[in-house]
């Protein structure tokens, strides 16, 4: 059997097969064309890759999002010099809402802000033992079905998405850690890790922010 040639790309050459990879990615994962629909009784109908809830979650997310049983959200931790601050940004369908949980612990605690008018939507929670103190900032608002149905489309793409390893590199050692999840009842797909979000889950984590509250701050 005749040994594959191996391809080495350089100067234009490598340049155009970086951009033809880079608009594919793009095509796979657009956003959906205007009336495209996606109704969310279709949300992880079709999924490949699942765990189980509990074996797929490294990090323990605060009460409001360990409460989406159908939906997803993302999570930022940070690690070593950026030890302290964590961030969870969910959709729960069941509730139609966008949930985000800001936690500040350590010498980031005093950076939690001040919530003047607490409300079910917006509030301070604080948390203190023996060991450990952290102050969790909660904020909720309702999302249109139109939001919501981009987001499915999304979110249904990655169901049936793979992270080869072939095409990923290794991540290194990283102050961050950045993760996915899409949550299905009891069936968890996750994409990321350690460092920055893989491309596959860019464009969901980037519609997903686009539906903040203009008062939440960065």
Known sequence: MATPKRINFRGPQRSHFLAAWAALALATFALPAAGEGCPRALFGAERTGVCQREKCRF?????EIARISRGLYSEYVGLFVNDGSARWLGLDLDGMELIEVSRFAGRRLSNAPVIDSPDQDN???ETKTERLHWIDVVRKRALSDE??????CLANRLWM?????STTPPRPA????NEMFLVERDSV???G?????????QALHKLLRSFRGAAWGN
């Open 59 to 63: 990090f323990t997310p605060p009460d």
């Open 123 to 125: 509030y301070r929670r």
């Open 147 to 152: 939001q919501v149905d981009e987001l499915v």
């Open 161 to 165: 998405a793979q992270e080869s390893p």
């Open 174 to 177: 990283t102050d961050v850690h």
């Open 189 to 191: 797909k996750s994409f």
């Open 193 to 201: 890790g350690a460092g920055a979000l893989p491309p596959q889950a």
